[in-house]
Nanobody, 112 residues
Framework: QVQVVESGGGLVQPGGSLKLSCTAS????????MGWYRQVPGKQRELVAT???????TYVDSVKGRFTISRDNAKNTVHLLMTSLKPEDTAVYYC??????WGRGTQVTVSL
């Protein structure tokens, strides 16, 4: 009943930038915390960034200063602006809403 749809993934060179977007729709009354996770095959899914409805954000240390999370409550949308990308940022990025709902993921590949 709740749909979570990501977009914006792709292939980018080291040092480049990408902007991911995620929109939630359906039967959801309170978006509460929205966030981004990433996962590499054989590794645990890692929390990358979160943002509350009031705009308080958190980041994993490895992306601080490079990634920026933002949201538009009226549009039920969260964004992740990724700059200065490194090969180790390569992963499938997943949008999470209220710790309950997940998107299908979008591939981000940082490579020459």
């Amino acid at each position: 009943q709740v749909q979570v749809v990501e977009s914006g993934g792709g292939l980018v060179q080291p040092g480049g930038s990408l902007k991911l977007s995620c929109t939630a729709s359906g039967s959801i009354s309170n978006l509460s915390v929205m966030g981004w996770y990433r996962q590499v095959p054989g590794k645990q899914r890692e929390l990358v960034a979160t943002i509350t409805s009031s705009g308080t954000d958190t980041y994993v240390d490895s992306v601080k200063g490079r990634f920026t999370i933002s949201r538009d409550n009226a549009k039920n949308t969260v964004h992740l602006l990724m700059t200065s990308l490194k090969p180790e940022d390569t992963a499938v990025y997943y949008c999470n809403v209220a710790k309950l709902y997940w998107g299908r993921g979008t591939q981000v590949t940082v490579s020459l």
